[in-house]
DNA sequence: CGCCGATTTGGCAATATAACCATAGGGAGA
DNA sequence: TCTCCCTATGGTTATATTGCCAAATCGGCG
């Protein structure tokens, strides 16, 4: 990564915030394998309609989903399918992260243990 | 990315979101070349010291960023260099994105222009 | 021991966000 | 046209977050 400027910093915030919330994340799951209108998502998700419509209201605008209506429904799917490649080296960098944050747990508790026995 | 289960999907959230804040990211920025101390983060991103530290605390939490006291001073320094990775492909995203709205805008310019005319 | 610089924490006001409810809009079909 | 289904929007409440100020804490040093 260059040295960002300021636009591009709040460019890449906004897209961040959109990916912040584990409600958009599992709507952005339900859409791997393919579109799906809001009311399939709705049911997938298991959230309200309106609460999933907001969210998909806010993923198009952040540029994540396309929409295409269909007659009375709109379809939603991933814009880019490079947000998945996204999420897995994320995942990546979290899982490395637990790790580090177990590991050092670890070694806290063993300190301490070492404390109560002197 | 595979299906991820709900605990992935709040990790995943939680590490997002500690990137969704153009400050943090401007803090991180000025981590490129090496661990710096509060007060120089604080000077090179013009932020009070307060809010910075607290930024870094959030960031340390989110497990970006690791911490070194050495005497008064707390070092901070990222925790992994994907960091800047990720943020290389979220550029990425990011300038497709703005490519494609602004597109879209021109295109919609162009249809208005033509109903203004017809 | 007490001071001093560096960092963290708590309190506060302003703003933003999520989820829920009810309701409005908009196209399809009778 | 009227109604029905799907989706979007407005309003509300509860909660979270940001940035600033003041005060507390912590380590080192005279």
Redesign the interface.
Same mark, same amino acid.
């Given at each position: 990564?260059q /040295?960002?400027d &300021?636009s *591009?910093?709040?460019?890449? /915030? /906004?897209?961040?915030?959109a990916?912040? @919330?584990?409600t958009?994340?599992?709507i952005l799951?339900t859409l791997?394998d393919g579109e799906k209108n809001v009311g399939q998502i709705t049911e997938l998700t298991g959230c309200g309609q309106a609460n999933v419509s907001k969210h998909l209201a806010l993923l198009f605008e *952040?540029?994540?989903v396309t929409r295409s209506a269909q007659g009375t429904s709109v379809f939603y799917a991933i *814009?880019?399918e /490079?947000?998945? @490649?996204? #999420? &897995? %080296? +994320? #995942?990546?960098? +979290?899982a490395? %992260? +637990?790790e580090?944050?177990f590991a050092s747990a670890t070694a806290l508790k063993r300190q301490l243990g070492t404390i109560g026995r002197s």
């Open positions: 990564m /040295a960002l &300021d *591009a910093l709040t460019h890449l /915030a /906004a897209y961040f915030r990916l912040s @919330e584990p958009r994340l599992r799951n791997r *952040a540029g994540l *814009a880019d /490079a947000t998945f @490649e996204l #999420c &897995d %080296i +994320v #995942c990546g960098n +979290v490395r %992260i +637990v580090r944050q």
